[in-house]
């Protein structure tokens, strides 16, 4: 189950928008942390924290040069997210157009009985009828 737990932190990771910002300019080149930090409205304790979240991840690598931090994107975990959800929408995607092709038969067989229904009491009616 490592795997699944390795796309539930990739899932995780993905889900934050200053995250998949930090993702974005990581994928121009790597990059330090107080320069990633710098667009954002907020303090650098909390970039460190959503680094912390892609570094649990394994979405960056940190290299420590003296005291600079310096990070790099990983992409093998966006490659196994993507794959995932490429199983997920094939898998579903044949399952769902099962069950289309079964309710538009169930459909057109209702359709085709209540043709038959209306025409048998419209019938029934004209026969009944008195002049």
Do not use: C, Y
Not at 105 to 125: C, F, H, L, P, Q
Request: proline share 2%; hydrophobic share 40%; charged share 25%.
């Amino acid at each position: 189950m490592a795997a699944d737990h390795n796309l539930d932190d990739t899932l995780l990771a993905l889900a934050d928008g200053t995250r998949r910002a930090i993702l974005a300019r990581l994928s121009d080149g790597d990059a330090r942390v107080t320069t990633l930090a710098e667009p954002f409205r907020m303090s650098l304790n909390s970039v460190s924290k959503h680094i912390r979240v892609l570094e649990r991840a394994q979405l960056v690598r940190r290299q420590v040069r003296g005291r600079e931090h310096v990070l790099s994107l990983n992409i093998a975990p966006l490659e196994r997210a993507a794959a995932w959800l490429v199983t997920q929408q094939q898998f579903w995607g044949a399952r769902l157009a099962a069950l289309d092709r079964v309710l538009e038969r169930r459909s057109s067989a209702a359709s085709t009985i209540g043709n038959e229904t209306r025409t048998s009491a419209a019938r029934r009616k004209g026969t009944g009828r008195t002049r």
